[in-house]
Nanobody, 114 residues
Framework: QVQLVESGGGLVQAGGSLRLSCAAS??????MGWYRQVPGKQRELVAS??????NYTDSVKGRFTISRDNAKNTVYLQMNSLKPEDTGVYYC???????????WGQGTQVTVSS
């Protein structure tokens, strides 16, 4: 049974940092990523990581870093210089290389105060 367990969200002031973690179990995944959702908007990709490299949405480039510990089957999102517009629920997603099988974590709230 596949399970993704997220942790690390919270409340932080603008300019601060948080690190999100997503521990996967039940399978190995080629693609892992973090998505963000705010009320009334669609869930959007923040960052993803594959064996080929990483990808970031423009608004977080230079501030966020996604990384992966394959031995622990865990993906991280280091978020620095946080802004109020980074506020949202962050979801971890894990997929096979063909994006045929996709799994989501339960979400973790990140709130950045101004």
């Amino acid at each position: 049974q596949v399970q993704l367990v997220e942790s690390g969200g919270g409340l932080v002031q603008a300019g601060g940092s948080l690190r999100l973690s997503c521990a996967a179990s039940g399978s190995d995944f080629s693609i892992m990523g973090w998505y963000r959702q705010v009320p009334g908007k669609q869930r959007e990709l923040v960052a993803s990581i594959t064996t080929s490299g990483t990808n970031y949405t423009d608004s977080v480039k230079g501030r966020f870093t996604i990384s992966r510990d394959n031995a622990k089957n865990t993906v991280y999102l280091q978020m620095n210089s946080l802004k109020p517009e980074d506020t949202g629920v962050y979801y971890c997603k894990a997929s096979d290389s063909f994006l045929k099988y996709n799994y989501w974590g339960q979400g973790t709230q990140v709130t950045v105060s101004s």
